[in-house]
């Protein structure tokens, strides 16, 4: 899987990418590893510098899996808790993914068995 990593209004620093890429470990071992056709596009950032409360910090990711896109957002008032939700909310979303292609596979494969059994 290949990363695109964007900072926006913030500094993307040597800490928070080793975050991302501890995170994200775990989002690879659901998907090949070695395929590049996978594509991860994430984007870290401030909303607002205006805000009353404080900083309010974006963490949004697009993972592209052979045309199909999964999606995740996150607001948080620390970037940490947001890029740990967007990863909790992408690895829900990749899960549900690898099992309705496995239960799709096992639906074809049953109806094939069943239309052999048919002749």
């Known amino acids: 899987m290949r990363k695109n990593i ?52 974006r963490a949004e990711a697009n993972i592209d899996i052979g045309g199909k896109v999964l999606r995740a957002v996150s607001e948080q008032s620390d970037l940490y808790k947001a890029i740990d939700d967007m990863e909790a909310e992408l690895n829900r979303l990749v899960t549900d993914f690898k099992k309705k292609k496995e239960s799709l596979s096992k639906k074809g494969g049953a109806k094939v068995k069943k239309m052999i059994k048919g002749i």
């Open 6 to 57: 964007k900072a926006t209004s913030m500094k993307l620093t040597d800490a928070i990418q080793d975050y991302l890429d501890k995170k994200f470990a775990h989002i690879e071992k659901f998907l090949n590893k070695n395929d590049d056709s996978t594509m991860c596009y994430i984007e870290l950032g401030k909303t607002s510098n205006k805000h009353k409360t404080g900083d309010i910090f």
